[in-house]
């Protein structure tokens, strides 16, 4: 398994922009696909986006155009690059991460808090 920090979230206006890393280590980090999570308060935790070890990319439709997902793979990092923030993205954001694709093996970062808020 990887292990995963996660960093950068905070507090931000609506209409602001964050950007959350994901360091990786103890592993092949190329050869997993990488994903963002985030937990809403009372609700449960949902995929935000995805990247494959060859760089192609899925979003969920309520962060379509808005967010963007990338990877570094020779720094084992992933990025998460937030745009045009609303109250609604207020959420626990965390760091997946899964060898070849294989959720039976999947590694999650501890979590970070990211509040849109005016």
């Known amino acids: 398994q990887v292990q995963l920090v996660e960093s950068g979230g905070g507090l931000v206006q609506p209409g602001g922009s964050l950007r959350l890393s994901c360091a990786g280590s103890?592993?092949?980090?190329?050869?997993?696909?990488m994903g963002w999570y985030r937990r809403a308060p009372g609700k449960q935790r949902v995929l935000v986006a995805v990247?494959?070890?060859?760089?192609?990319?899925s979003y969920a439709d309520f962060v379509k155009g808005r967010f963007t997902i990338s990877r570094d793979n020779t720094k084992n990092t992933v990025h998460l690059q937030m745009n045009s923030l609303k109250p609604e993205d207020t959420a626990v954001y965390y760091c997946?991460?899964?060898?070849?694709?294989?959720?039976?093996?999947?590694?999650w970062g501890q979590g970070i808090q990211v509040t849109v808020t005016a």
């Open positions: 997946h991460a899964a060898p070849g694709g294989d959720l039976s093996l999947s590694s």
């Open positions: 103890g592993s092949i980090f190329s050869n997993y696909v």
């Open positions: 990247i494959t070890s060859d760089g192609s990319t």
